[in-house]
């Protein structure tokens, strides 16, 4: 696995192009070290990758559902730009408000606070409800817990 890295980063310098190599850190882990709390993503991430430009991309086990505030949908692909507490040009996950499913674009930290991106709205959520990482639920009706 090593050699593959070394190839690739080779590869990556020698071609000036920036590519994502998957990491053995735990996402969530990865999500406190750019200042976010553990709990924005479900305890079903099955893996990710990172660019040295900040472009990731999670996968999910399943695109399921966390119950936050209000009602959250992750795709099985979740792709976006990670900084320091600020995700941008986020896709992959969507939420609740009134009877529409809209996506969440960006998420910015600060302390004490997540704020989340819809589109030309924000939202503004106390971080410690993020503390824990919440498990995924395959649907939002009563099927089993991920």
């Known amino acids: 696995m090593a050699s593959i890295s070394i190839i690739l980063l080779s590869l990556a310098i020698l071609l000036e192009t920036p590519i994502a190599i998957p ?3 735990d996402f969530h ?3 406190s070290r ?3 709390p553990r709990g924005l993503f479900p305890s079903s991430v099955k893996g990710y990758s990172l660019s040295e430009n900040g472009i990731f991309e999670v996968q999910m086990d399943n695109p399921c559902y966390v119950q936050f505030d209000d009602l959250v949908h992750y795709d099985k692909k979740i792709t976006g730009r990670l900084a320091y ?3 941008s040009d986020l896709s992959g996950i ?3 408000k009134l009877l529409l499913w809209v996506p969440v674009t960006g998420i910015d930290a600060a302390p ?3 704020q989340f991106r819809i589109g030309a709205l924000s939202e503004t959520l106390p971080a ?3 503390d824990t990482v919440p498990v995924c639920k395959i649907s939002y009706g009563i099927l089993t817990d991920r």
């Open 128 to 130: 410690e409800q993020f």
């Open 85 to 87: 507490e600020s995700i």
């Open 34 to 36: 750019y200042g976010f």
């Open 112 to 114: 004490g606070y997540v």
């Open 29 to 31: 882990d990865l999500l």
């Open 23 to 25: 990491s053995t850190e």
């Open 94 to 96: 969507q939420t609740k």
